[in-house]
């Protein structure tokens, strides 16, 4: 699968997770830190995934799921019964919204992830071994993340001092050079 991998702003959006099992717990605790408006359908639900919508005020309903029920939504997470998750791809491709199917088949996929302050790493392995995203997400140096707001500041400054675009390149290049050197000394 040819992707593009970008970051979503979902605060405020509705967000429709379909099932109510292990798949659509993962969806809906990955999709719990964003702003999101969730919303969850499923005829029944397991422990856990009843659990956190009830313990994070999450609204949901036990019951089948139709088409009007996409109405109005950003995107949608389809984590039931494989026959159901198809027929919530059709509807969502009728109203040009994407669809994540939990089989990784769908619009688009959800990569492992880990966020340490406004550092953010997600890693794809394109559905073939996704433990290994994860595995690679833990083994990753974050301390860097402690020092993005300097280097942030230092950014801003230098791109509203310096007008010419190759200039400031080079400028925020050296920035990152002595950052390096500095970390390696340390």
């Known amino acids: 699968m040819k992707t593009l991998p970008i970051f979503l702003n979902l605060k405020e959006k509705k967000i429709l997770v379909v099932g109510g099992g292990n798949a659509a717990f993962i969806k809906i605790k990955t999709v719990l830190k964003t702003g999101a408006d969730i919303y969850v359908i499923a005829k029944e639900y397991a422990q856990k995934t009843e659990k956190i919508l009830e313990e994070y005020h999450i609204s949901y309903e ?81 301390s860097v993340g402690n020092d993005l707001a300097y280097l942030g500041q230092q950014r801003k400054k230098i791109l509203h001092d310096i007008k010419d675009k190759k200039e400031s390149k080079k400028v925020l290049e050296q920035l990152l050079k002595e950052y390096n050197i500095h970390e390696k000394n340390n």
């Open 62 to 142: 036990k019951r089948g799921i139709n088409q009007q029920d996409l109405d109005n939504v950003f995107i949608v997470f389809a984590a039931a019964e494989k026959n159901i998750n198809n027929d919530i791809a059709i509807w969502a491709q009728e109203r040009k919204i994407l669809c994540c199917k939990a089989d990784g088949t769908g619009d688009f996929t959800v990569p492992y992830h880990k966020k340490e302050g406004n550092l953010t790493v997600a890693v794809s392995t394109d559905g073939l071994f996704p433990l290994m995203g994860k595995k690679i997400c833990e083994n990753i140096d974050f």
